[in-house]
């Protein structure tokens, strides 16, 4: 990768990895995108163009006129959003995907997109989730991100794009709020946590699922994409992970550096359907043995970081 375009750049994981590839390939190279201009960084910090990821022209005429050799295409509605909103979710997730792709297509570039442990489904195996299995989603977001990836795959095998992605869990990160996922609870209690002392679960004890801290994510994005294709058996879904826990666990973790934190419960029935139909914990084998995938943090280093973080902005 030199020059890459990046859509939804002003998102969770967008922002983020806007800041990151433009410390390691020069500002100019990293051309963020997103469908609004928010102030931050991100749209100073070097170029920023509006777009809206179902324009199809615009992608591609962005794509050309900044002479790019990668998309990341990131924009994409989250699991909850997608379900109470799901023919937009359809028509945005997907509609965005293949404009995504087609540019891609047309202008030979490398291609990024993540999915999502939501690609999986209640007939999964729930623990230690295999890489090739049995899938069949029943959200809307999950419907999307399994045609994803097989329609990315699809580009591979039939017009050779060298499309890349992975299967993210809930992301943690004190930088950017998430929106709309199912997962966000795990970032929205270390916030809590701070400001009141007591957070009010959405998601019911002993409800797992798998979690990574955005560094590690960062991490895996460019590492799979900066990865020698030769050694790739698997393109487009890579499961990754760094922890499995419940909002019990994740408390007690909080409570080794606030004894005083108080968690309670008032579950979202949409939210904990949703979060009901994911694996337990997944195997990322697969990522670890192609492209050398290790996470950095687990719940005790990153709880520590993040109080930290989190802290220091609400000074
Ligand atoms: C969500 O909760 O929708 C996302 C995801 C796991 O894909 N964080």
Redesign the pocket.
Known sequence: MKKMLITGALGQIGSELTNKLRDIYGNANVIATDIRQTNTEVAVNGPFEILDVVDAQRMFELAKKYKVDTIIHMAAL???TAETKPVFAWNLNMGGLMNALETARELNLKFFTPS???AFGPNTPKVNTPQDTIQRPTTM?GVNKVAGELLADYYFHRFGVDTRGVR????ISYVTP?GG????YAVEIYYQAIKNNKYSSYIQKGTFMDMMYMPDALEAIIDLMEADPSKLIHRNAFNVTAMSFDPEQLAAEIRKHIPSFELSYEVDPVRQAIADSWPNSIDASAAADEWGFKAKYDLASMTCDMLEKVKDKMK
Do not use: E, H, N, R
């Open positions: 989250l699991s909850a999502s442990i939501g977001y993210f869990p809930g992301l998430p996922g199912t997962t966000d």
